[in-house]
């Protein structure tokens, strides 16, 4: 396999997590995290039980400082040669480092680091190492994330008001380069997500004074489709250039209809998605630029129909756990927190990769502990403590009391806390999964296995919540007020946690009822459109894509927003949070329609673990015909459908084509028509 920078496991996203967390400034100020954000191991021992048929010689490269052991005995400091003789040994590289965070590197035959290696604290916690094949050269870095550059196009520049306005034709991110004489005093350079922004001055989130100076300076990277540029003397006119900072992330997902407007949606779509899959899924990239939790769970789902890249969503699971103790809900939301539960489960059941639940269930067992504790000791749910922050979406929900979407998510925390557990006992994880933390829970019912939690609070939350003759799950009955939204009979359907005849009921009652405050937001109208693709109402979901996002494009973007308002006009569009530009126009949560089509208009989707099995069931609604190419377990699935027949091509094997109450087995690489 080669050799590969190792480093103690989690230390890499946790330090990249740190520093990304840092970097969010709005209007000159820094602002950083409002929640904990874990920190590196100051040092570190990793070992490997090795055995050389010749002397080796070879050296641990390190940004650090320590030792080689061999055995026992110490033979040479760190970056210095050392020659192992023939035999076998154990072989320890100790690493400090106050800077970044502990790794080191040796490409020597049969003593070469990667994933082999143990990672531990002088024999204590051992765990496999931490490492990625993004680093495979000795005169790499790991605390530098390898993004790509190339350089961005200026679309237009125009004077305005005594400066200067670049237009780059799209949104984007990266590092700007400005180039000035000292003449010209402080150098101040506004971004825009949109032309109003950048000019607004005042307003503008991002911006830059740099003190007089002769030169090219490079600007920290930053989201933009705009900058204006002024100086504090008249005079020469700073000349700026720009880069975009990227991950090499290729597109697999492809979809054309006769829906004349679909390119250009899944064009901003795949816009927003990549320019926020970046050293983990992002929110957004002007604003937050932080990682949230509800957001990378839906990102984890999206990723795998656009560019099907697991690395970035092991990454940003890693980052959001961080290190134990857990000290607080993830994000401070607790149903933040649910959804790492979820995520896991996602990963793995399209991964199979067992090895990764192995190497963060410790921490996810943390997590369950730090939840479970703090649900009320009487009724066993979900409720507000001190610190914690009750989201589910922004909107009008009774929060005054237990709410009815959090509970369903703690059950799904349970269930998936299940499935989880019997992975692990089923792929040589037994001792791993009976490890739970000391912590003495006591609630009641607290010898109860997950299965058995999950369906006491199940029949609880049905007694509690639901309305038999409004047909829907309320709010929360502690108010009295026994209000109903759409969001706890979403996952009802969603999470599949009331039986097939009640989603129907619900769907009519609630979800097809105008009564009921609609959702506003792109992040849970996913969700949404999401149970109507479950209850088959694909035309649902077809008309709001063409009138949502098929708005935001005749209103100039060139990315996904992170909402849109139709009743709005002009500059309207981009004010959000009280702010005349709070309105990110590049949000991952608004690239939804590429999971939409994917996985329920295409019906392409895993039906086992690892995808070993996968369907191919597509629901048209009212595309006359589509020609659809969906990732999937590394391979592609190719489906079209034209004149009532359904056509499906796949590089992997396992497939099962459905179509009209038939079904076909799908062989590798042959056309298979029903």
Not at 66 to 82: M, T, W
Not at 293 to 321: E, H, K
Request: hydrophobic share 40%.
């Amino acid at each position: 396999m080669g050799a590969k920078w190792i480093w103690y496991s989690g230390d890499y996203e946790v330090y990249h997590s740190m520093l990304l967390h840092a970097r969010r400034t709005e209007y000159d100020f820094a602002f950083g995290p409002m929640w904990h954000v874990s920190r590196p191991e100051m040092s570190a021992y990793f070992s490997k039980n090795i055995t050389v048929d010749a002397p080796v010689t070879a050296k641990a490269v390190s940004k650090g400082f320590g030792y080689v052991k061999l055995d026992e005995r110490r033979i040479c400091a760190l970056n210095e040669e050392f020659t192992i003789p023939a035999g076998s040994y154990r072989l320890v590289v100790n690493v400090t480092n106050l800077e970044t965070f502990p790794s080191c590197f040796i490409d020597a035959p049969g003593i070469e680091t990667d994933e082999t290696w143990t990672g531990h604290f002088n024999e204590a916690h051992p765990k496999p190492v931490g490492c990625n094949d993004a680093f495979t050269c000795v005169d790499q870095d790991p605390a530098v994330f390898p993004f790509s550059y190339k350089p961005i196009e200026i679309a237009s520049a125009n004077e305005v008001d005594g400066g200067m306005l670049y237009d780059f034709g799209q949104e984007s991110f990266g590092p700007v380069y400005v180039t000035a004489e000292k003449s010209a005093g402080t150098v101040s350079v506004y971004y825009g997500e949109s032309e109003p922004e950048a000019l607004s001055m005042k307003y503008s989130y991002l911006r830059e004074h740099i003190p007089a100076f002769d030169g090219e300076k490079k600007l920290m990277s930053r989201a933009f489709r705009y900058i204006y540029v002024r100086t504090e003397n008249a005079g020469s006119v700073p000349a700026i250039r720009a880069e975009l900072e990227y991950l090499p992330l290729e597109d697999l997902f492809v979809f054309t209809s006769d829906d004349a407007r679909l390119p250009e949606i899944l064009k901003i779509c795949s816009n927003a998605f990549h320019l926020n899959s970046r050293e983990f899924f992002l929110d957004g990239i002007k604003r937050d630029r932080w990682v949230w939790s509800g957001d990378a769970y839906q990102s984890y789902q999206v990723s795998r129909y656009l560019f099907n890249d697991p690395d970035i969503t092991r990454r940003t699971i890693r980052a959001l756990l961080g290190k134990l103790p857990v000290l607080q809900h993830t994000n401070t939301i607790n149903d933040y927190s649910a959804y790492m539960f979820l995520g896991a489960w996602d990963y793995f059941y399209a991964s199979g990769d067992i090895k990764f639940i192995a190497d963060i269930w410790e921490n996810l067992v943390g997590l369950y502990d730090f939840i479970v504790s703090r649900l009320d000791p009487e009724t066993g749910y979900v409720v507000k403590q001190e610190d914690d922050w009750i989201f589910i979406d922004w909107a009008d929900i009774d929060k005054d009391g237990p709410l009815a979407a959090e509970q369903i998510l703690l059950y799904n925390v349970y269930t998936t806390m299940d499935k989880l557990t019997a992975a692990l006992n089923e792929n040589g994880y037994a001792a791993l999964a009976a490890r739970v933390s000391p912590m003495v829970n006591k609630l009641a019912g607290a010898g109860e296995t997950y299965s058995e939690k999950a369906e006491t609070l199940k029949a609880r939350i049905m007694k509690d919540f639901w309305r038999e003759e409004r047909g829907g799950f309320i709010d929360t009955y502690a108010s009295g007020r026994e209000h109903m939204t759409r969001h706890a009979n979403i996952f009802a359907i969603l999470f599949d946690f009331v039986p097939d005849d009640v989603k129907e009921v619900i769907t009519q009652s609630v979800l097809l009822n105008d009564d009921i405050d609609q959702i506003t937001t792109p992040y849970f109208k996913l969700y949404e459109l999401m149970a109507f693709a479950r209850m088959g109402r694909m035309e649902v979901i077809q008309d709001y894509i063409d009138s949502y996002w098929g708005g935001m494009i005749k209103n100039g973007a060139t990315s996904a927003w992170e909402e849109f308002d139709p009743n709005k006009e002009g500059i309207e569009h981009y004010a959000m949070y009280g702010e005349p530009f709070g309105c990110s126009l590049c949000h991952a949560w608004g690239a939804g329609p590429i999971l939409l089509l994917g996985k329920y208009c295409a019906g392409v989707k895993e039906t086992s673990v690892g995808a070993k099995t996968f369907e191919v069931a597509p629901v048209p609604g009212r595309y006359t015909h589509f020609e659809a190419a969906v990732p999937m377990a590394g391979g592609v699935v190719n489906v079209n459908y034209a004149d009532g027949k359904v056509t499906v091509s796949a590089s992997i094997p396992g497939g099962t084509l459905k179509w009209n109450g038939r079904e076909a087995e799908i062989p590798v690489n042959q056309f298979v028509t029903l």
